[in-house]
């Protein structure tokens, strides 16, 4: 079984999927409108998706209530965070209570790391201080049973995120977009480089498709 552990609702990703081979992908909603649409596809294909939900920072408590109505009637199996929108640090406390309730309910979290080179989205300013991964290692050493996937490998952060996953044995890595922040490095390096020492410092089981 092929499983995609990035993607995101729309449209095109069942010809993604069909292109690729993949069995099932992980659907990653970016901010409050996408969570329906994750669950319009997963209502509608639930062999073939993950579903995963996104935190209202501006409305925590709110959002955590419906983070467990998720994962009750829809199966939600963690949590999106795209702090460069959300405009805090992974070890912000007002996020606390919202990791408390993923290490409850078994839920994982997953942060984009990385600084890219989209000025909004949404009409929101991608602030990059926020795609830096090492407020992480905190949050990995407060939650030692919540499990956590660092997105893009850290992007163009990537040593300092192999060092948080290294330290952390809950603490994952996807190899999503590698092409993007390979493409902007120097010295060069390429997605399958970085891909393969990640492989041999932490296994190959903590570094997702």
Known sequence: MIVDSHQHPNPSVPEVMAKHGIDVSVLLPVGNEAVGRVRQMVERSPEKYVPFFWIDVENVER?????????AEWGCKGVKFQLLLQHCYANDRRLYPVYETCSELGLVALFHTGAVAFPREFGIPHITKYGHPLPIDEVAFDFPELRIILAHMGGNY?????????????????TAYLPFFCKRMLPRVTPGELITRAVEVLGAERVLY
């Open 63 to 71: 959002s955590i209530a419906e983070l467990r109505d998720a994962a």
């Open 158 to 174: 990537h040593y300092e995120a192999l060092i948080i996953a290294e330290k952390h044995e809950h603490v994952f890595m996807d």
